[in-house]
């Protein structure tokens, strides 16, 4: 016997009531890492706000609407046992009907729209109760790492932003390659990066705490391995953090020796000063460990303080760093590390990559242990 | 084979034409003769539907095996790039060679039969546009068999990633050039359904009296003409800067990246509607009859229509919200885009009008067309949400918005556009699909689409940018790309059941009379096929829903029809040029993607624009020949019976052409 398909809203019923569930289960990650539903700064938490009252509104709608259309599904089918030769009225439309509906929907479009003009003031422009004591940061993006820099004191760092807790961060936004995008989710949604011209934007983080941000905006090759951290830090380690950033940390007899105490290397000395050997030869070209000076690659002054590495793909642990050094094409397809820069037309080689220096084993070690005394 | 035209339909000819040597068009119209030359425009609207859904089954395997790939975190399937070719491959395929082909082929061979036409006003350019969009769909897709492959940049393709210093392989050519075939097919056959509706229609059918998606499709056409100059013109400036050394989109020459997005979107957002409007004219014909009811609200739909036809070119920096733009531009851009809520709020009411009141019947199209009405509004309140800056500044470029826009082509487009197949299969084969197998393809669907895309807005809020390959698992994304991957393969395995009924439908699925469904339009007046000439007569319209009418209407609605004359049905004759002159083009473009580039088996470039030369040397011929071979044409003598009830032709009538 033919089995026959009466009850469609069964069906809709039961998944809308499963896609519910699934919702329910997979929102107990609403604190994730990136999650803009657990907001931490004044600028997200309007964003977040502005979404919440989006999704009133139209939940109402749907309710009204969808509840309207469920209803005449279920009154108006055909049943069993019907007259199938039953012709309905032929109506042809209500114009007062039809219009008071058009103008019920423009209102609710203004209670969204009023939210909506104050959201985008506040996240071009710092409150003006706020710029007392705001720090200004540059970001540069490449592929696919972060630059950035501290203009007031004059030093670099790459992939984590540190800033204090409480105060405004004004961030300008520069690319040198292709266009990328600055996303922290719990601070303050996301602005572009885009060559040639300058855009801002401006976080805050009412509490410390450490935030998870990700290129948005697809950029090549490894654009999901472009990440980054934010670190809010209470006053006093804040202002700790800045002394330390701006001291230097290796001789600056062109040896490249830690300026670290030998005693708290934590490798033998002969490996980090071949490190500092093998840094000198094969990195130190893109890489500046001088926190003043940004060359092509990212800064790594201070690395050994840093709580990611590979533009946060990975934590920084001597395994992770290790292979990241070793074979930084598997990690990352397509970074310069390995490739090395390329001319416009996209094939000559205008300064070498690791894949032409050929390390040993033995030496990435080296490189791994000496960059852990940078800090 | 020659004389069968003749001899099948015809008393005694008139003495036709004759015509030698090269001007000698060819009369064969069966086999592959037969095709490649056709100017039907019921056979071309078939091989677009055919080409359709070719690439709509290539997108959806490419969409696979990302959802494969993403299964579970930082996994391994494939590489970094192949994923990343994937998706440029997926969506500019699912846009440009399945959406809107497939809404072609509706107006190709469903408008011309709603207006009692006997075809297109042009019919070679009818065939031009069918070939360049075959020929643009392969150029594009050759991309993956040379060097470098497919192009990875994204189906909007936003500069500097496209210049050759960041995309240095020939895939970026291939996209280039591949897009503007691609647009030269729909601006022909926007010109040609335009200048078709406005100027053939039956008599007595009033603009007013159009059927919905006739009206769609008119509007469609408006937006594709106005919107494919500006690609055109992207698309040929960032030609110049990878092949010509030009700066256009380069900062170091004083380009603009950000010009590309404004000409990219003042394109691509009309598309969005260009994708839509023809699913809602599908839409509002199917409603009706299977609620036995008129359209509720005719001329405010059709008027919301154009009212979200206009609008849309007045929303595109939506897309740019994160750029960087002023307060003033940000907030006009964001209440011009919540303006366009209404005229489709609009629509939706007024289907629900349609069926309130009526008698519904759960037919497989009309499951399809309300599943379209659920998801389109579940697409349209996300559109909503990142309608507001500050809400898109957290949503742009995430999961949320990949659901968004999947609610609404998969949800809207592709449901809507299924509904049509469903609907208008018997019209076009003369057999019926099973009901209860396309109730099981809805099911599936309908399940396998929801449980794909839901949670991609969960995804998209908690952070999950798109067009990543791989994520941590320390994101808590795990299980919602888990599900939505299981969702996928089910709307994958809907999609091939309902290929698999339609194949075997179209042989052995049982016979339909003309009007199966009790429709209301005039496409059911005709024979299921119809014959080549559409209409043995000449249909006087005197009522909007002229089909129900006749059946239900009163004496004074009724369709006249009136007999042709002595000379019989005027028809087009078939023509070599337009596949000859789309051919040129192709080698133009692929001599463009060579341009200066090494091909398999030279290390080195071996070609300037000699390919090119060439290939526009082939495309001037063609258009030449095209216009000296003249109109032509021949006239058919349809069997009386087909007419019987039809007043004859005035005396100087020549026929209806």
Redesign the interface.
């Known amino acids: 016997m ?4 009466r009850t ?1 809203f069964l ?2 019923a039961g ?1 809308a009531a ?2 519910l569930l ?2 329910v ?3 107990l ?2 604190e ?6 657990d907001p931490k700064g004044p600028v ?1 938490k ?3 706000d ?2 919440m009252l ?2 009133y ?2 939940t109402f ?2 309710i009204t ?2 509840g ?2 469920a209803w ?2 279920w009154k ?3 049943r069993k046992g ?1 007259d199938p030769n ?10 007062m ?2 219009m008071g ?2 103008i019920a ?2 209102g609710l ?1 203004v209670i ?2 009023i ?3 104050g ?6 422009v710092v409150p003006e109760e706020l710029l007392d004591g705001a720090i200004e940061v540059n970001v540069v993006g490449f ?1 696919w790492w972060w630059a950035f820099e501290y203009p007031e004191q004059g030093f670099y760092t790459a992939n984590e932003l540190v800033f204090p807790a409480g105060r405004a961060v004004k961030i300008n ?1 520069r690319a040198d ?3 990328h ?1 600055f ?1 922290l ?1 719990k601070l ?5 990066l ?4 300058e ?2 934007i401006w976080i805050m983080a009412d509490e410390p705490g450490y935030f ?1 941000g ?11 391995y472009m990440l980054f951290r934010a670190i809010a830090l209470p006053e006093d380690e804040w202002e700790e953090w800045l002394e330390t950033q701006q001291r230097d940390t290796v001789a600056d007899d062109g040896s490249f020796e830690p300026l670290l105490a030998r005693e708290d290397w934590g490798y033998p000395e002969d490996k980090i000063l071949k490190g500092a050997e093998v840094f000198r030869q094969a990195c130190a070209g893109c890489h500046s460990v001088n926190p003043r000076i940004q060359t092509n690659g990212p800064n790594l002054a201070h690395f050994g303080s840093r709580t990611s590495v590979a533009a946060g ?1 990975y934590e920084n642990e001597y395994d992770l760093l290790y292979r990241w050094i070793r074979e930084p094409e598997k990690v990352k ?2 970074n310069f590390m390995y490739r090395g820069f ?6 000559t080689v205008i300064m070498p990559g690791l894949k032409d220096y050929d390390l040993s084993d033995e030496e990435v070690h080296a490189v791994t242990a000496y960059l852990y005394t940078l800090r | 084979m020659a004389s069968t035209v003749e001899t099948e339909h015809h008393a005694p000819a008139p003495a036709e034409p004759v015509r030698d040597g090269i001007w000698r068009r060819p009369l064969k119209n069966t086999g592959l003769v037969g095709f490649l030359t056709t100017v039907d425009h019921k056979k071309i609207g078939i091989g677009y539907a055919l080409g359709a859904l070719f690439f709509l089954l290539l997108g959806g395997v490419e969409a696979l095996i990302i959802r494969a790939q993403l299964m579970y975190p930082e996994q391994e399937l494939i ?3 192949t994923y ?1 070719q994937l998706f440029t491959m997926h969506g500019t395929t699912m846009i440009f060679l399945a959406v809107m082909p497939l809404s072609a082929a509706f107006f190709n061979y469903i408008m011309p039969l709603q207006i009692g036409a006997r075809d297109v006003a042009f019919p070679r350019m009818n065939a031009l546009g069918l070939w360049c969009f075959l020929l643009g769909g392969v150029l594009l897709n050759l991309s993956w068999f040379f060097p470098g492959g497919a192009p ?3 189906w909007f393709a ?1 500069a ?2 496209t ?6 392989d020939m895939g970026t050519d291939f996209w280039i050039m591949g897009l503007q075939i691609l647009g030269i097919a729909s601006l022909v056959g926007a010109f040609n359904f335009i200048t078709t509706i406005v100027n053939m229609r039956a008599p007595g059918l009033s603009m007013m009296r159009l059927p919905l998606f006739t009206w769609m499709t008119l509007i469609t056409s408006f937006l594709i003409i106005l919107a494919f100059p500006a690609i055109t013109i992207a698309l040929v400036e960032l030609m110049f800067d990878r092949h010509f050394g030009t700066y256009f989109f380069n ?2 020459g004083g ?4 010009l590309w997005q404004h000409l990219f979107w003042i394109f691509g957002h009309p598309e969005v509607y260009i994708l839509i409007l023809p699913a809602m004219g599908i839409i509002s014909e199917i409603l009706p009859v299977f ?10 739909i059709v008027f919301s229509g154009a009212v979200i036809g206009f609008l849309g070119f007045a929303v595109w920096s939506h897309h740019m919200f ?3 733009l002023g ?1 003033v531009a ?2 006009a851009f ?2 011009l885009t ?2 366009i ?2 005229p489709t ?2 629509k ?3 289907w ?2 349609t ?8 037919t497989t199209p009309m ?1 399809f067309s ?1 599943g379209f ?2 998801m389109f ?1 579940m697409g349209g ?2 559109g ?2 990142h ?5 898109d ?6 999961y949320f918005v990949v659901a968004h826009f999947h609610y609404v082509l998969i949800g809207g487009s592709i449901f809507a556009l299924f509904a049509g197949m469903y609907y208008w299969f018997p019209k076009v084969t003369g057999r019926l699909m099973d009901d ?1 197998v396309g ?2 393809v809805f ?1 599936l669907m ?2 396998g689409f ?2 794909a895309f ?2 991609m807005h ?1 995804l998209g ?12 698992s ?4 795990d ?2 790309n888990f ?1 939505s991957t299981i969702g996928a393969f089910i709307l994958g395995v809907g999609i091939l059941i309902f290929v698999i009924q339609i194949v075997y439908a179209y042989y052995k699925g049982r016979k339909s009379p003309k009007d199966p469904w009790d429709s209301r339009t005039l496409e059911w007046d005709t024979d299921s096929p119809p014959k080549e000439y559409n209409f043995a007569y000449t249909p006087v319209i005197h009522a909007r829903d002229q089909v129900w009418e006749d059946k ?1 209407g009163v004496e004074a609605k009724r369709m006249e029809k009136i007999a042709p004359g002595k000379h019989g049905i005027h028809m087009p004759d078939q023509s070599w040029w337009p596949l000859i002159t789309s051919i040129g083009l192709f080698i133009a473009c692929l001599g463009m993607v060579f341009h200066k580039q090494p091909i398999p088996l030279t290390a080195e470039a071996v070609f300037g624009l000699e390919i090119v030369i060439f290939g526009l040397v082939a495309t001037f011929v063609g258009m030449v020949a095209w216009a000296l071979e003249g109109p032509g044409g021949f006239h058919l003598h349809p069997d009386p019976a087909e007419y019987a009830d039809a007043t004859p032709a005035p005396e100087d009538g020549h026929g209806h052409h």
Not at chain 1, 188 to 192: C, F, H, L, S, W
Not at chain 2, 163 to 168: F, I, K, L, T
Not at chain 2, 393 to 398: E, K, M, P, Y
Request: with cysteine.
């Open positions: 033919r089995l026959r398909i469609p069906a809709a998944l499963g896609l699934l919702t289960g997979c929102s990650n609403i994730g890492q990136q999650s803009a539903l997200a309007n964003q977040y502005i979404f989006t999704l509104v139209t709608i749907f609407v969808g309207a259309l005449v599904l108006f089918r055909q019907d039953f012709i309905p009225p032929q109506s042809h439309g209500h114009p009907l039809e509906l058009v929907s423009a479009l969204i729209a939210p909506t003009f959201g985008i003031i506040l996240k071009k592929q936004l390659d292709v266009i995008s996303w989710p303050a949604g996301k602005v572009d885009i060559p040639g011209q855009n801002f998870w990700q290129c948005a905006e697809f950029c090549g090759d490894s654009h999901a793909w397809p397509g390329l001319d416009r037309d996209g094939r | 590489s970094a790039r990343n990875a940049i994204g936003y500097p990633l210049d050759r210093q960041y995309s240095p900062v170091e380009g603009k990246p950000i609620s036995r009811k008129p359209l509720f609200g005719y001329p405010l994160t750029t960087g307060v940000t907030t964001a209440f919540m303006l809520a209404i709020g609009v939706i009411f007024n629900i009008g069926m309130w009141g009526g008698r519904i019947r759960f499951l309300v009405i659920w509004m309140f996300t909503i949400m309608s507001s800056p500050p809400v500044a957290q949503q742009q470029d995430t209860f109730k099981i099911y309908f399940v929801n449980l839901f949670p969960i809020m908690t952070g999950m940018p798109r067009r990543t390959h791989t994520y941590k320390e994101m808590g994304w299980q919602s599900w239900y």
